[in-house]
């Protein structure tokens, strides 16, 4: 069986109210409850998502 895609979990955990995304990993409330229980594909699909979210937004420097 292939390993599962890690979380993209930075530690800078945060949920931006006006985006409603994680500030660290881009991931929303919903995607970081689930992380645990997606399979490869799923996780995969969030990591694209998590992607094009940087692309249209990248995160400010603190």
């Not at 985006?19 to 694209?48: K, M, Q």
Request: aromatic share 4%.
């Amino acid at each position: 069986m292939p390993a599962l895609p890690a979380s993209p979990c930075t530690n800078a955990c945060r949920i931006d109210p006006a985006s409603g995304f994680c500030v660290g990993c881009r991931r929303s409330l919903d995607e970081i409850a689930n992380w645990s229980r997606l399979d490869a594909p799923a996780r995969l699909a969030v990591l694209a998502a998590l992607r094009d979210r940087q692309a249209a937004s990248p995160r400010p420097t603190e």
